[in-house]
Protein backbone atom coordinates (compact mmCIF):
# COMPACT_ATOMS: atom_id res chain seq x y z
CA UNK A 1 0.00 0.00 0.00
CA UNK A 2 1.06 3.48 -0.95
CA UNK A 3 2.62 5.34 1.97
CA UNK A 4 0.18 8.56 1.70
CA UNK A 5 1.78 12.10 2.23
CA UNK A 6 1.78 13.81 5.48
CA UNK A 7 0.76 17.09 5.72
CA UNK A 8 3.50 19.92 5.21
CA UNK A 9 3.23 22.55 8.21
CA UNK A 10 5.67 25.10 7.50
CA UNK A 11 5.87 28.19 10.68
CA UNK A 12 7.90 30.98 10.21
CA UNK A 13 9.14 32.04 13.32
CA UNK A 14 10.51 30.91 16.24
CA UNK A 15 9.55 33.13 19.11
CA UNK A 16 6.26 32.44 21.34
CA UNK A 17 3.67 31.90 18.81
CA UNK A 18 5.57 30.13 16.47
CA UNK A 19 7.46 27.59 18.92
CA UNK A 20 4.02 26.88 20.36
CA UNK A 21 2.86 25.74 17.19
CA UNK A 22 5.34 23.75 16.36
CA UNK A 23 5.34 22.18 19.93
CA UNK A 24 1.59 20.63 19.59
CA UNK A 25 1.95 19.58 16.31
CA UNK A 26 5.41 17.37 17.22
CA UNK A 27 5.43 13.78 16.66
CA UNK A 28 1.57 13.93 15.31
CA UNK A 29 1.35 11.19 13.12
CA UNK A 30 0.31 12.53 9.04
CA UNK A 31 2.16 15.44 9.98
CA UNK A 32 5.31 16.85 9.11
CA UNK A 33 6.61 20.77 10.55
CA UNK A 34 9.26 23.04 9.49
CA UNK A 35 10.44 25.53 11.44
CA UNK A 36 12.01 28.74 9.95
CA UNK A 37 14.05 31.56 11.47
CA UNK A 38 16.34 34.08 11.16
CA UNK A 39 18.32 32.85 14.35
CA UNK A 40 19.12 29.47 15.40
CA UNK A 41 17.36 30.21 18.96
CA UNK A 42 14.19 30.93 20.64
CA UNK A 43 14.27 34.48 22.82
CA UNK A 44 12.57 34.90 26.12
CA UNK A 45 12.01 38.75 24.87
CA UNK A 46 10.17 39.62 28.38
CA UNK A 47 13.26 39.48 30.17
CA UNK A 48 15.60 41.04 27.31
CA UNK A 49 15.68 44.12 29.77
CA UNK A 50 17.43 42.52 32.61
CA UNK A 51 20.18 41.22 30.02
CA UNK A 52 20.51 45.46 28.77
CA UNK A 53 20.76 46.12 32.25
CA UNK A 54 22.89 43.69 33.12
CA UNK A 55 21.13 41.31 35.29
CA UNK A 56 21.17 38.56 33.39
CA UNK A 57 23.24 37.26 30.37
CA UNK A 58 21.90 36.50 26.91
CA UNK A 59 22.15 32.95 27.06
CA UNK A 60 19.92 32.48 29.84
CA UNK A 61 17.20 33.81 28.34
CA UNK A 62 17.62 32.40 24.91
CA UNK A 63 17.19 28.46 23.58
CA UNK A 64 18.60 27.10 21.25
CA UNK A 65 15.66 25.51 18.46
CA UNK A 66 17.33 22.29 17.75
CA UNK A 67 17.67 21.13 21.09
CA UNK A 68 14.27 22.52 22.27
CA UNK A 69 12.66 20.62 19.25
CA UNK A 70 14.47 17.44 19.00
CA UNK A 71 12.53 14.97 20.75
CA UNK A 72 10.01 16.02 17.88
CA UNK A 73 11.21 13.28 14.98
CA UNK A 74 8.63 15.11 12.65
CA UNK A 75 9.55 18.60 12.98
CA UNK A 76 12.52 19.87 10.77
CA UNK A 77 14.38 23.32 12.11
CA UNK A 78 15.86 25.69 9.21
CA UNK A 79 18.17 28.62 10.02
CA UNK A 80 17.00 31.25 6.70
CA UNK A 81 15.09 33.96 5.98
CA UNK A 82 11.87 33.70 3.54
CA UNK A 83 12.33 36.19 1.05
CA UNK A 84 9.07 35.39 -0.46
CA UNK A 85 5.46 34.00 -0.70
CA UNK A 86 3.45 32.66 -3.43
CA UNK A 87 -0.45 31.99 -1.45
CA UNK A 88 -1.98 30.42 -4.73
CA UNK A 89 1.17 28.00 -5.47
CA UNK A 90 1.33 27.05 -1.61
CA UNK A 91 5.08 27.99 -2.12
CA UNK A 92 7.31 30.29 0.16
CA UNK A 93 11.23 31.41 -1.03
CA UNK A 94 14.60 31.29 1.06
CA UNK A 95 16.05 33.10 -1.82
CA UNK A 96 16.39 30.53 -4.31
CA UNK A 97 14.93 27.99 -2.47
CA UNK A 98 11.71 27.16 -2.53
CA UNK A 99 9.33 25.25 -0.07
CA UNK A 100 5.88 23.78 -0.42
CA UNK A 101 3.69 23.59 2.22
CA UNK A 102 0.15 22.66 2.84
CA UNK A 103 -0.45 25.06 6.13
CA UNK A 104 1.44 27.96 6.53
CA UNK A 105 1.96 29.69 10.19
CA UNK A 106 3.45 32.96 10.10
CA UNK A 107 4.89 34.43 13.41
CA UNK A 108 7.52 36.76 12.58
CA UNK A 109 6.51 39.19 15.41
CA UNK A 110 7.54 43.00 15.24
CA UNK A 111 9.92 45.85 15.50
CA UNK A 112 10.63 48.98 16.54
CA UNK A 113 8.63 51.65 15.83
CA UNK A 114 9.77 55.44 15.74
CA UNK A 115 6.28 57.03 14.07
CA UNK A 116 8.16 58.19 10.90
CA UNK A 117 11.10 59.32 12.82
CA UNK A 118 13.45 56.33 11.54
CA UNK A 119 16.23 58.84 11.71
CA UNK A 120 15.98 58.63 15.56
CA UNK A 121 16.85 55.05 15.71
CA UNK A 122 21.07 55.50 16.27
CA UNK A 123 20.38 57.64 18.60
CA UNK A 124 17.61 56.03 20.57
CA UNK A 125 17.75 51.92 20.24
CA UNK A 126 15.25 49.41 20.90
CA UNK A 127 15.03 46.29 22.70
CA UNK A 128 13.57 43.55 20.70
CA UNK A 129 16.82 41.46 20.27
CA UNK A 130 19.66 40.30 21.98
CA UNK A 131 21.79 42.74 20.07
CA UNK A 132 19.47 45.41 21.22
CA UNK A 133 19.77 44.11 24.75
CA UNK A 134 23.88 43.97 24.10
CA UNK A 135 23.97 47.82 22.80
CA UNK A 136 21.77 49.48 25.55
CA UNK A 137 23.90 47.64 28.09
CA UNK A 138 27.03 49.00 26.25
CA UNK A 139 25.33 52.28 26.24
CA UNK A 140 24.06 52.37 30.15
CA UNK A 141 27.58 50.99 31.48
CA UNK A 142 29.46 53.08 29.08
CA UNK A 143 27.79 56.67 30.13
CA UNK A 144 28.89 55.97 33.96
CA UNK A 145 32.49 55.31 33.25
CA UNK A 146 32.47 58.52 30.69
CA UNK A 147 30.80 60.05 33.75
CA UNK A 148 33.83 59.37 35.90
CA UNK A 149 36.47 60.49 33.80
CA UNK A 150 34.75 63.80 33.17
CA UNK A 151 35.42 66.64 35.27
CA UNK A 152 32.83 69.20 33.44
CA UNK A 153 29.72 69.57 35.48
CA UNK A 154 27.58 70.09 32.91
CA UNK A 155 28.72 67.09 30.90
CA UNK A 156 28.81 64.70 33.82
CA UNK A 157 24.77 65.62 34.08
CA UNK A 158 24.64 64.58 30.44
CA UNK A 159 26.32 61.42 30.58
CA UNK A 160 24.19 60.52 34.04
CA UNK A 161 20.94 61.50 32.77
CA UNK A 162 19.18 58.43 31.27
CA UNK A 163 16.06 58.80 28.97
CA UNK A 164 13.20 56.06 28.19
CA UNK A 165 10.97 57.01 25.99
CA UNK A 166 7.77 54.92 26.47
CA UNK A 167 5.49 53.80 29.08
CA UNK A 168 4.56 50.33 28.74
CA UNK A 169 5.72 47.32 30.53
CA UNK A 170 8.90 47.46 28.67
CA UNK A 171 9.72 51.38 29.39
CA UNK A 172 8.72 50.55 33.20
CA UNK A 173 10.58 47.76 33.65
CA UNK A 174 13.55 49.48 31.99
CA UNK A 175 13.45 52.48 34.25
CA UNK A 176 13.31 50.35 37.71
CA UNK A 177 16.06 48.08 36.54
CA UNK A 178 18.07 51.64 35.99
CA UNK A 179 16.63 53.02 39.17
CA UNK A 180 18.35 49.74 41.16
CA UNK A 181 21.37 49.89 38.93
CA UNK A 182 22.19 53.56 40.02
CA UNK A 183 21.00 53.63 43.57
CA UNK A 184 22.20 50.35 45.09
CA UNK A 185 25.07 48.17 42.56
CA UNK A 186 26.90 50.76 41.39
CA UNK A 187 26.83 53.29 44.40
CA UNK A 188 29.89 52.06 45.82
CA UNK A 189 31.89 51.15 42.41
CA UNK A 190 33.31 54.80 41.57
CA UNK A 191 35.21 57.75 43.46
CA UNK A 192 34.70 60.56 40.87
CA UNK A 193 30.84 60.16 41.04
CA UNK A 194 28.00 59.24 42.95
CA UNK A 195 25.80 56.86 41.06
CA UNK A 196 22.78 57.84 43.23
CA UNK A 197 22.89 61.66 41.50
CA UNK A 198 21.55 59.71 38.03
CA UNK A 199 19.14 61.11 36.38
CA UNK A 200 16.11 58.86 34.80
CA UNK A 201 13.43 60.34 33.25
CA UNK A 202 10.67 58.04 31.74
CA UNK A 203 8.50 59.57 29.13
CA UNK A 204 4.95 58.52 28.06
CA UNK A 205 2.59 60.18 25.82
CA UNK A 206 -0.51 58.69 26.95
CA UNK A 207 -2.45 60.09 30.23
CA UNK A 208 -0.60 57.35 32.33
CA UNK A 209 1.93 54.46 32.37
CA UNK A 210 0.45 51.02 31.92
CA UNK A 211 -2.29 51.98 30.20
CA UNK A 212 -3.56 48.13 30.22
CA UNK A 213 -3.75 48.68 34.16
CA UNK A 214 -6.28 50.22 36.19
CA UNK A 215 -5.51 53.35 37.39
CA UNK A 216 -5.09 52.24 41.00
CA UNK A 217 -1.96 50.27 39.87
CA UNK A 218 -0.36 52.56 37.52
CA UNK A 219 -0.32 54.77 39.85
CA UNK A 220 1.48 52.24 42.54
CA UNK A 221 3.79 52.06 39.60
CA UNK A 222 4.59 55.29 39.50
CA UNK A 223 5.08 55.50 43.16
CA UNK A 224 7.33 53.08 43.04
CA UNK A 225 9.47 54.54 40.56
CA UNK A 226 9.75 57.95 41.97
CA UNK A 227 10.55 56.09 45.02
CA UNK A 228 13.76 55.16 43.18
CA UNK A 229 14.23 58.37 41.74
CA UNK A 230 12.72 58.04 38.18
CA UNK A 231 10.59 61.27 37.25
CA UNK A 232 7.83 59.79 35.12
CA UNK A 233 6.31 62.33 33.30
CA UNK A 234 3.08 61.70 31.41
CA UNK A 235 1.18 63.32 28.62
CA UNK A 236 4.68 64.34 26.93
CA UNK A 237 5.30 64.00 23.39
CA UNK A 238 8.99 63.52 22.18
CA UNK A 239 9.64 65.96 19.25
CA UNK A 240 13.63 65.53 18.73
CA UNK A 241 16.30 62.96 19.30
CA UNK A 242 19.79 63.78 17.95
CA UNK A 243 23.58 63.76 19.65
CA UNK A 244 23.00 63.99 23.50
CA UNK A 245 19.95 65.80 23.52
CA UNK A 246 15.85 65.34 23.62
CA UNK A 247 13.25 67.62 22.52
CA UNK A 248 9.91 67.26 24.63
CA UNK A 249 5.96 68.79 24.77
CA UNK A 250 3.86 69.01 27.32
CA UNK A 251 0.72 70.85 26.66
CA UNK A 252 2.01 74.19 24.98
CA UNK A 253 5.54 73.99 26.83
CA UNK A 254 8.54 73.06 25.16
CA UNK A 255 11.62 71.11 26.84
CA UNK A 256 15.32 70.27 25.70
CA UNK A 257 17.00 67.86 28.39
CA UNK A 258 20.63 66.99 27.73
CA UNK A 259 21.05 63.34 28.12
CA UNK A 260 23.68 61.40 26.33
CA UNK A 261 21.78 58.18 26.78
CA UNK A 262 18.40 57.74 25.07
CA UNK A 263 16.25 54.32 25.24
CA UNK A 264 13.36 53.74 23.34
CA UNK A 265 9.76 51.68 24.36
CA UNK A 266 7.33 53.94 22.63
CA UNK A 267 5.87 51.34 20.01
CA UNK A 268 6.39 48.65 17.10
CA UNK A 269 5.57 47.85 13.70
CA UNK A 270 5.02 44.87 11.52
CA UNK A 271 8.26 42.56 10.18
CA UNK A 272 9.02 43.48 6.50
CA UNK A 273 6.89 39.93 6.00
CA UNK A 274 3.99 41.84 6.47
CA UNK A 275 4.51 43.13 2.89
CA UNK A 276 4.51 40.06 0.85
CA UNK A 277 1.97 38.62 2.90
CA UNK A 278 -0.33 41.54 1.79
CA UNK A 279 1.08 41.67 -1.83
CA UNK A 280 0.12 37.79 -2.14
CA UNK A 281 -2.99 37.07 0.24
CA UNK A 282 -4.86 40.61 -0.46
CA UNK A 283 -4.60 40.83 3.73
CA UNK A 284 -5.87 44.18 5.40
CA UNK A 285 -3.59 45.51 7.87
CA UNK A 286 -3.51 48.13 10.73
CA UNK A 287 -1.25 51.31 10.93
CA UNK A 288 1.19 49.32 12.35
CA UNK A 289 1.20 46.74 9.58
CA UNK A 290 0.10 44.34 11.47
CA UNK A 291 -2.18 41.76 8.73
CA UNK A 292 -5.86 41.85 10.07
CA UNK A 293 -6.79 38.05 10.63
CA UNK A 294 -10.38 36.53 10.76
CA UNK A 295 -11.89 34.66 14.20
CA UNK A 296 -10.25 31.34 12.77
CA UNK A 297 -6.46 33.00 12.58
CA UNK A 298 -6.51 33.09 8.93
CA UNK A 299 -6.00 35.50 6.56
CA UNK A 300 -8.11 36.76 3.33
CA UNK A 301 -9.55 33.85 1.52
CA UNK A 302 -7.12 31.60 2.58
CA UNK A 303 -7.98 29.12 5.09
CA UNK A 304 -4.54 27.36 5.04
CA UNK A 305 -2.73 30.74 6.13
CA UNK A 306 -2.42 31.54 9.63
CA UNK A 307 -1.04 34.60 11.26
CA UNK A 308 -0.36 34.71 15.52
CA UNK A 309 1.60 36.66 17.36
CA UNK A 310 3.16 40.40 17.21
CA UNK A 311 1.65 40.52 13.35
CA UNK A 312 -1.53 39.46 13.61
CA UNK A 313 -4.45 42.21 14.19
CA UNK A 314 -7.21 40.03 15.86
CA UNK A 315 -10.24 42.40 16.77
CA UNK A 316 -12.52 39.77 17.20
CA UNK A 317 -13.05 40.12 20.83
CA UNK A 318 -13.70 43.26 22.88
CA UNK A 319 -13.82 46.52 21.42
CA UNK A 320 -9.84 46.49 20.84
CA UNK A 321 -7.11 44.30 19.14
CA UNK A 322 -5.62 41.88 21.48
CA UNK A 323 -2.28 43.25 22.75
CA UNK A 324 1.08 41.79 20.80
CA UNK A 325 1.91 39.93 24.32
CA UNK A 326 3.84 36.70 25.05
CA UNK A 327 0.32 34.92 26.35
CA UNK A 328 -1.81 36.06 23.69
CA UNK A 329 1.31 34.81 20.86
CA UNK A 330 1.21 31.50 22.92
CA UNK A 331 -2.38 30.93 23.46
CA UNK A 332 -2.57 31.39 19.81
CA UNK A 333 0.01 29.23 18.74
CA UNK A 334 -1.83 26.32 20.43
CA UNK A 335 -5.06 27.10 18.38
CA UNK A 336 -3.66 27.38 15.55
CA UNK A 337 -2.02 23.54 15.93
CA UNK A 338 -5.54 22.42 17.23
CA UNK A 339 -6.84 24.06 14.05
CA UNK A 340 -4.91 22.65 11.85
CA UNK A 341 -5.43 18.89 13.07
CA UNK A 342 -8.98 19.30 13.28
CA UNK A 343 -9.24 20.23 10.24
CA UNK A 344 -7.11 17.13 8.92
CA UNK A 345 -9.99 15.11 10.34
CA UNK A 346 -12.99 16.90 8.63
CA UNK A 347 -13.73 19.16 11.09
CA UNK A 348 -14.14 22.93 10.60
CA UNK A 349 -12.22 23.78 14.41
CA UNK A 350 -13.58 26.34 16.68
CA UNK A 351 -12.85 30.23 16.83
CA UNK A 352 -9.98 31.50 18.36
CA UNK A 353 -10.56 32.87 22.11
CA UNK A 354 -8.03 34.66 24.13
CA UNK A 355 -8.01 33.87 27.95
CA UNK A 356 -6.66 36.68 29.73
CA UNK A 357 -4.78 35.28 32.97
CA UNK A 358 -3.42 38.45 34.02
CA UNK A 359 -0.93 40.97 33.32
CA UNK A 360 2.22 41.67 35.53
CA UNK A 361 5.00 44.35 35.48
CA UNK A 362 7.78 44.67 38.22
CA UNK A 363 9.38 47.51 38.99
CA UNK A 364 12.42 47.31 41.64
CA UNK A 365 13.34 45.21 44.16
CA UNK A 366 10.09 43.85 46.20
CA UNK A 367 8.13 45.99 43.92
CA UNK A 368 5.73 45.20 40.99
CA UNK A 369 2.23 44.82 40.06
CA UNK A 370 -0.60 41.99 39.15
CA UNK A 371 -3.54 42.34 37.45
CA UNK A 372 -5.30 38.71 37.97
CA UNK A 373 -9.02 38.95 37.40
CA UNK A 374 -10.52 40.06 40.21
CA UNK A 375 -7.23 40.54 42.16
CA UNK A 376 -5.14 43.93 41.62
CA UNK A 377 -2.02 43.18 43.91
CA UNK A 378 1.09 45.44 44.19
CA UNK A 379 4.47 44.88 46.38
CA UNK A 380 6.10 42.08 47.60
CA UNK A 381 3.65 39.40 46.61
CA UNK A 382 2.91 40.79 43.41
CA UNK A 383 6.56 40.79 42.69
CA UNK A 384 6.51 37.33 43.73
CA UNK A 385 3.93 36.16 41.69
CA UNK A 386 5.83 38.00 38.56
CA UNK A 387 9.28 35.82 39.57
CA UNK A 388 7.54 32.76 38.99
CA UNK A 389 5.80 33.13 36.07
CA UNK A 390 8.62 34.01 34.66
CA UNK A 391 10.31 31.30 36.08
CA UNK A 392 7.54 28.41 35.20
CA UNK A 393 7.35 30.10 31.17
CA UNK A 394 11.24 29.89 30.32
CA UNK A 395 11.61 27.05 27.41
CA UNK A 396 14.38 24.99 28.81
CA UNK A 397 14.97 23.38 32.87
CA UNK A 398 18.45 24.40 32.54
CA UNK A 399 17.46 28.15 32.40
CA UNK A 400 14.95 28.31 35.16
CA UNK A 401 17.69 27.18 37.02
CA UNK A 402 19.77 29.29 36.26
CA UNK A 403 17.95 32.55 35.96
CA UNK A 404 16.48 31.46 39.62
CA UNK A 405 20.21 31.02 40.75
CA UNK A 406 20.86 34.63 39.53
CA UNK A 407 18.23 36.11 40.77
CA UNK A 408 18.41 35.12 44.09
CA UNK A 409 22.28 35.89 44.38
CA UNK A 410 21.36 39.42 42.78
CA UNK A 411 18.43 39.58 45.19
CA UNK A 412 21.20 39.25 48.60
CA UNK A 413 23.91 40.94 47.00
CA UNK A 414 22.29 43.67 45.14
CA UNK A 415 24.79 43.01 42.65
CA UNK A 416 24.40 42.32 38.64
CA UNK A 417 26.90 40.10 37.20
CA UNK A 418 26.51 40.62 33.38
CA UNK A 419 27.96 44.44 33.64
CA UNK A 420 30.07 44.20 30.71
CA UNK A 421 30.68 46.28 27.98
CA UNK A 422 31.32 44.83 24.37
CA UNK A 423 31.32 45.50 21.02
CA UNK A 424 33.47 48.66 21.92
CA UNK A 425 35.66 49.99 19.08
CA UNK A 426 39.58 48.95 20.06
CA UNK A 427 42.57 50.51 18.20
Same mark, same amino acid.
Given at each position: MKKTKDHHVVVVGGGFGGLYATQKLGNRKGISVTLIDRRNFHLFQPLLYQVA???????????????? %? =???? =????? +??????????? +???? %???? /????????????? &? &? !?? @??????????????????????????FRAFEAAEREDDPGKKRSLMTFVIVGGGPTGVELAGALGELANFTLKNDFRNLD?? =? $?? /??????GAKILAAYPDKLSNKASSSLKKLGVDVRTETLVTAIADGQVRMKHGESEEIIEAETVLW??????????KALVETTGAGTDRSGRIVVDPF????? @?????VIG? %?? &??? !??????????APVAMQQ?? &????????? %???????? @???????NLAVIGRNAAIADVGPF?????????????? !??????????????? @???????? $????GARLITNEKTV
Open positions: TGGLSPGDIASPLRAV %L =NRFR =NVRVL +QATVTGINAPE +QTIS %LGED /IIKYDSLVIATGA &H &H !HY @FGNDQWASNAPGLKTIEDALEMRRRIPR =N $TR /ILLLEGAAGVKSSSLSLNVGD @FANIYD %LA &HFA !HQGDDALPGVGR &HVARLIRDR %LRGKEGSA @FKYTNKGKMSGWFAWLIWIFV !HIAYLIEFDSRVLVL @FQWASNYF $TRKR
